[in-house]
């Protein structure tokens, strides 16, 4: 139980391409889900927290116009790079948590994001 | 915020030794304290997770300890095969249930070797 599936699992695109990541809870609902970036031999800096039907908490430093975030249903939360350079070149991975209390956090398999 | 430090950054040991990773947190807030286990380009798995009523918690090879008063706890692998060889984060949370935001460790690279 508790898959997170995430896509696409690489993109490789053109600088001022917007590229947009899903991220879907398949066996479970999930009020909150959670966006990472990971550079390469680094740990995960948590870029955002996407609750269902309201707006996503970023933290500091995280450009909302550049990543937005929706989250419109318990299953599924999209992250869209807009307006993409090579500076957003990163491995992007989310995360999923599931209902009720004592819940952990699940991750997707991440989406490596080359921009050339 | 909530800082936590992890060590060692990089850690070797021979097949079947132990092997212990360290990692302190600034907020005596945080209760909940998951491990991670990544390996090359794939997603963090929860390896084992520990809340802050307990001291210690056990899974096979596997055990994490924590000292609240201190703020540190650690990640413990007994008889380590290669297939151990990966990163691991800590991480902790003000959530018993991780539904708060996690702040990640360094990383720690493990490599088991034959």
């Known amino acids: 139980g508790a898959v997170v599936s995430q896509h696409p699992s690489r993109v490789i695109c053109k600088s001022g391409t917007s590229v947009k990541i899903e991220c879907r809870s398949l066996d479970f609902q999930a ?20 609750n269902e039907g309201s707006k996503a908490t970023y933290e500091q430093g995280v450009e909302k116009d ?21 500076e957003d070149s990163s491995f992007y991975i989310c995360s999923a948590r599931a209902q009720g209390g004592n819940q952990p956090q699940h991750f997707g398999d991440g989406t490596r994001l080359s921009i050339l | ?12 040991v021979q097949e079947g030794d132990s092997a212990v990773i360290k990692c302190t947190y600034s907020d005596s807030a945080s209760n909940y304290f998951p491990w991670y ?7 963090p798995q929860l390896i084992i997770d520990i809340r802050s009523n307990v ?9 994490v300890t924590l000292n609240k008063t201190a703020k540190h706890f650690s990640l413990h692998i007994t ?14 949370s003000r959530s018993a249930g991780g539904g708060n935001k996690l702040t990640f460790g360094t990383g720690t690279q493990l490599k088991v070797e034959l």
């Open chain 1, 31 to 50: 009020t909150t889900m959670f966006w990472y970036r990971q550079f390469p031999k680094q740990s995960l800096m948590l870029m955002a927290t996407s």
């Open chain 2, 55 to 63: 001291g210690e918690k056990k899974d096979q090879r596997i055990a």
């Open chain 2, 37 to 43: 286990k990544q390996e090359l380009g794939k997603r």
């Open chain 2, 79 to 92: 008889e380590t095969q290669p297939e151990d060889s990966a990163v691991y984060f800590c991480a902790a």
């Open chain 1, 66 to 86: 550049k990543f937005l975030i929706n989250h419109a249903s318990l299953t599924l939360s999209t992250l869209t790079v807009t307006s993409a350079h090579p």
């Open chain 2, 1 to 12: 915020g909530e800082n936590v430090e992890q060590h060692p950054s990089t850690l070797s």
